[in-house]
């Protein structure tokens, strides 16, 4: 039995410029922190001679071109893994479809759990441009590789994104401020499930299209996630909550299903009750809304009774790992 975990993620400024469409010309940078929710992958042997996969749906195969799920599917394939006499079974902290990256959770915990089977010793790094390949260049997927990243190495980390190569390094924060972040940042779900794909087709295609706006919004995102860094390094708590309005109100700019008018609703009702700024997590329209509060205690209670639920976190120092193999 193995069981492999991978943690979701909250993006802590310059969301948006690890997509190629803009890297790759540009250079992208943010700063991303794993959460202590998670995805989970189980992996056992069993004694009949074909594959169960256990997600949303359940498959049976016994050919790796008959597995629907593409992700699976991509991965065994990738690592030469015969698919008879295992069964495989995934479960997640947090739905899918909320802005989390659990796709990119998904898919790393997924191929942690396979190097594990196959008794491999994999660096983080790899992990991620494995998880990378599977998304972007054999599924063709319109994301950026933040999420894997992140989901692979844990912490509070900065990424630069260049067309030929990801720098990974820890974001050098004191211990207090840190505690000081968890406490205050709070995170609510709207309710709403979405593709991240659609808004973020639309992004890569603007960007393909060196579409001024799109580049431009994005330029000014960059240096917000620099000075987002800088803030969160000298420990300048309140400058970082600020920060995180003014990239809010850019975001909303680079597509009009970003939001809608009851998520822009309970934002200014959150900001009139204790938070000095927030955005959606995620490529927007929906999943969960998350907010730097001076007064988290009358924030909660506020957005409590509008009907938004909260889930509380802490950071996850440890990234994608093999929790049990026997």
């Not at 700019?253 to 959150?270: E, H, Q, T, V």
Request: aromatic fraction near 10%; include cysteine.
């Amino acid at each position: 039995m193995i069981i492999a975990r991978s943690p979701l993620r909250i993006t802590l400024g310059g969301g948006g410029t690890d997509l190629p469409s803009y890297y790759e010309k540009f250079g992208g940078f943010l700063i991303a922190g794993a959460i202590d929710r998670y995805v989970y992958i189980t992996l056992h042997e069993t004694f009949v001679n074909y594959l169960i996969i256990k997600y949303s749906k359940m498959e049976k195969v016994r050919k790796l071109d008959s597995i629907k799920h593409p992700i699976i599917r991509e991965a065994l394939k990738m690592l030469d893994i015969d698919c008879s006499y295992l069964e495989m079974s995934s479960m997640a902290d947090i739905p899918a479809g909320t802005g989390l990256g659990s796709s990119g959770s998904f898919t790393t915990a997924l191929l942690k759990s396979l190097h594990a089977y196959q008794r491999n010793l994999i660096h983080p790094r790899e992990l991620a441009e494995q998880a990378c390949d599977i998304e972007i260049n054999k599924l063709g997927e319109p994301i950026g590789k933040q999420d894997q990243y992140i989901a692979a190495y844990g912490g509070i980390t900065c990424f630069e994104f260049t067309k030929k190569s990801v720098k990974a390094y820890p974001l050098k924060i004191q211990k207090e401020i840190l505690y000081d972040l968890e406490d205050n940042l709070l995170l609510f779900f709207t309710g709403y499930t979405r593709s991240a794909s659609g808004i973020l087709k639309e992004q890569h295609t603007k960007s393909k299209k060196n579409d001024k706006s799109m580049i431009d919004n994005l330029h000014f995102v960059k240096e917000l996630g620099l000075e987002s860094k800088t803030a969160l390094e000298k420990g300048d708590l309140k400058k970082f909550g600020e920060l995180m309005n003014v990239h809010w109100e850019h975001k909303k700019k680079r597509s009009g299903a970003m939001s809608n008018p009851k998520i822009n609703d309970w934002y200014d009702l959150a900001l009139k009750n204790g938070a000095l700024g927030g955005k959606l997590i995620g490529a927007g329209g929906g999943g969960f809304l998350m907010f730097y509060a001076t007064d988290g205690v009358k924030l909660r209670r506020v957005m409590t009774a509008a009907g938004l639920e909260e889930v509380r976190f802490r950071f996850d120092f440890e990234g994608t790992k093999v929790m049990t193999q026997s």
